[in-house]
């Protein structure tokens, strides 16, 4: 709506000279991906002026999950192509559910390997 407003589709079409609508496609692309990319920040920032009071608890909590994480994570120079380390970082954990699955698939690569935590 601003683009069409601002005659800017016109403009940049004398200057790159493509079609108004390319340009105005163009435009709204690189505004969304622009969007996308700033949009965590403000979202992070305004999260975290809301929940002020509670943000050193959730660090304090993430703190200990990653301490975790590190704890049980298997060790990657035991692995192979044809066996390869199970989700080393814990990027797939989302629920209590998937924590306890990784547990279970770290030991599982462990024991494969006859080692023990």
């Known amino acids: 709506m ?4 601002r005659d800017l589709d016109s ?3 004398q200057t790159l000279g493509l ?4 340009v105005l496609g163009l435009s709204t692309m690189g505004f969304a991906a622009a969007g996308w990319l700033v949009g965590p920040f403000f979202g992070n920032a305004v999260f975290n002026l809301v929940h ?9 909590k993430e703190r200990a999950f990653y ?3 590190k704890k049980y994570r298997v060790d990657p120079t ?3 192509m044809a066996n390869p380390v199970p989700d080393y970082y814990g990027e797939k954990i ?3 559910a998937d924590y306890r699955r990784w547990l279970k698939d770290q030991r599982a690569f462990n024991l494969k390997r006859g080692r023990t935590i």
Do not use: E, N
Request: proline share 3%.
């Open 94 to 96: 989302g629920s209590v």
């Open 52 to 60: 002020r009071g509670v943000r050193g608890q959730i660090d304090a």
């Open 19 to 22: 079609d108004p609508m390319i």
């Open 67 to 69: 301490a975790r994480i």
């Open 78 to 80: 035991s692995s192979s």
């Open 11 to 13: 403009i940049g079409a």
């Open 2 to 5: 601003v683009l069409m407003q």
